[in-house]
């Protein structure tokens, strides 16, 4: 009795985290705690450093503010990690669904009719000789650098719609032969049951024995296939997101401007594949990051796989669970109410975005370094001119960020654009990097400067265009935060 009182248990443990786990994927850019635009990111913050009121950058570790911290634009990981999930596990179903909707049926005709049986077998043998990272990894990387991914894409790019179709295309193709063969098998077993003969014998076709007589049978040997495969899905998007193919686009953030290897895609939707990605190159500096987005993946892969066990248990042995109808279980109606009331009570409770301190900032220290920040601003500011000269917004866009709230200026991205469009049509042409002071939009003892982009136009006459920028911080080089002139 003790033993089937803990299998009913797991049983029911295992339904519960499968309808969370549902219920996150379907609902979860509803539980956001913070929204993940970047008129609502947290990226500066006041902290006390040395006994100093300090303003520092973001990423921020986890805290009461931010429970899985965030990344290095200020964006909250936990809101990430929830918007994301429809997105990863989404596709992965979708990905296990095309598989058996083209190899369940083939599989079953294949042993049925002994058609292209040993075909099946023989490319079952092939694909399963070889990992299949190691199969889909050299295509997929060639496409990714075909493709421009590795320099940042807009999520409605193009080029970005391309290449999730042709990973879904090929990761559909990889995981076709393993079932199809399996389903060939199972029915080549029936397929001489004398149910079997007396259809065939009374004119049923291959199809109808397949599907009205063989099916039944294979029902829930399909099920429990479909959810391993499902889970081998996400393991392989999850080892192809360590080498940095993911899903979707993302925008190029340079950590460093002095070491162009710091350079990594940030997803705007926080899909898991592009956290993994970048979390595997920041784990030193930000190991919140792979731990939350890793630890996501490896939780939904267990509840799936212990679903499975469970549900194969149950199936196996029916009469230890069957239990009275829910309505009149009362412990079980109980236990429903306090699910939903503890989630309710979540959700007011929910971490949210806190009004930063308005307090000074020393620059004792910057002060006696200005030669060296105005070093590192000028060499930003020259990336940035070298990037809109050549046509290449998105490796502008990689060196700047959005400013503190207290200062009101467009958004770099915006602006850039139009200087971009202005060099390239010939507008005007570059000159040189001329003087970098302190702004007048500084506040407090937070120090910003102002960098001159010197150009000529046309007709000659020259103009000088200005860059507001922020010093190298804790997190990162110097920042572009705003455009303050631009083409006339």
């Not at 049509?425 to 007048?440: H, K, L, Q, T």
Request: aromatic share 10%; proline share 5%; glycine share 6%.
């Amino acid at each position: 009795m003790r033993t089937a009182a803990m299998q009913r248990l797991q049983y029911r443990l295992a339904v519960t985290l499968m309808i969370l786990l549902v219920l996150t994927t379907l609902f979860g850019h509803v539980l956001m705690p913070q929204p993940i635009t970047p008129d609502m990111n947290d990226t500066y913050r006041w902290e006390t450093v040395d006994g100093v009121r300090t303003m520092v950058t973001a990423p921020f570790p986890p805290d009461s503010q931010n429970w899985l911290g965030t990344d290095h634009r200020g964006y909250d990981v936990l809101s990430m990690i929830l918007n994301g999930a429809k997105y990863t596990l989404g596709f992965s179903l979708a990905v296990t669904f095309c598989r058996y909707l083209i190899a369940l049926p083939v599989g079953l005709l294949a042993g049925v009719t002994g058609r292209g049986r040993s075909l099946l077998a023989t490319l079952q043998m092939i694909v399963s000789s070889v990992p299949a990272l190691l199969i889909v990894f050299p295509a997929l990387y060639g496409l990714y650098l075909a493709y421009g991914m590795s320099e940042g894409l807009s999520p409605d790019d193009p080029k970005v719609f391309q290449f999730m179709v042709l990973l879904f295309a090929l990761l559909v193709l990889i995981g076709l032969f393993q079932p199809a063969h399996q389903f060939s098998e199972r029915a080549r077993y029936y397929a001489d049951k004398l149910f079997v003969t007396v259809s065939r014998t009374i004119g049923a076709s291959d199809w109808r024995i397949a599907f009205r007589h063989l099916m039944p049978h294979l029902r829930p040997e399909v099920l429990f296939a479909f959810l391993a495969d499902f889970v081998q899905v996400l393991f392989l998007v999850g080892q192809l997101a360590v080498l940095s193919i993911f899903l979707g686009g993302g925008e190029v953030f340079v950590i460093d401007a002095d070491d162009p290897s710091s350079a990594v895609v940030l997803t705007q939707s926080g899909e898991w594949g592009a956290l993994i990605a970048y979390g595997a190159k920041t784990f030193r500096t930000a190991p919140w990051i792979i731990a939350a987005s890793g630890g996501s993946l490896t939780v939904s892969i267990l509840i799936l796989t212990f679903f499975s066990k469970q549900w194969q248990n149950r199936l196996a042995r029916p009469a230890i669970y069957r239990s009275r109808p829910w309505r009149a279980n009362k412990p079980a109606l109980a236990a429903v109410t306090a699910a939903v009331v503890a989630c309710t009570a979540l959700l007011l409770v929910l971490p949210s975005r806190t009004e930063m301190a308005a307090t000074g900032l020393a620059t004792d220290e910057q002060l006696r370094q200005q030669e060296e920040i105005r070093s590192d601003l000028t060499r930003t500011a020259a990336n940035v001119v070298a990037a809109t000269l050549n046509d290449r917004l998105s490796e502008a866009i990689a060196y700047t960020m959005s400013g503190p709230p207290e200062i009101k200026v467009d958004r770099p991205a915006l602006v850039l654009d139009r200087w971009s469009k202005a060099f390239v049509s010939g507008r005007y042409a570059f000159v040189d990097i001329g003087e970098v002071r302190v702004s007048d939009l500084s506040f407090d003892r937070s120090t910003f400067y102002e960098v001159d982009v010197r150009v000529q136009s046309q007709s000659g006459g020259e103009e000088t265009w200005r860059l507001l920028m922020t010093p190298r911080m804790r997190n990162f080089g110097s920042r572009v935060i705003g455009v303050l002139d631009g083409p006339k």
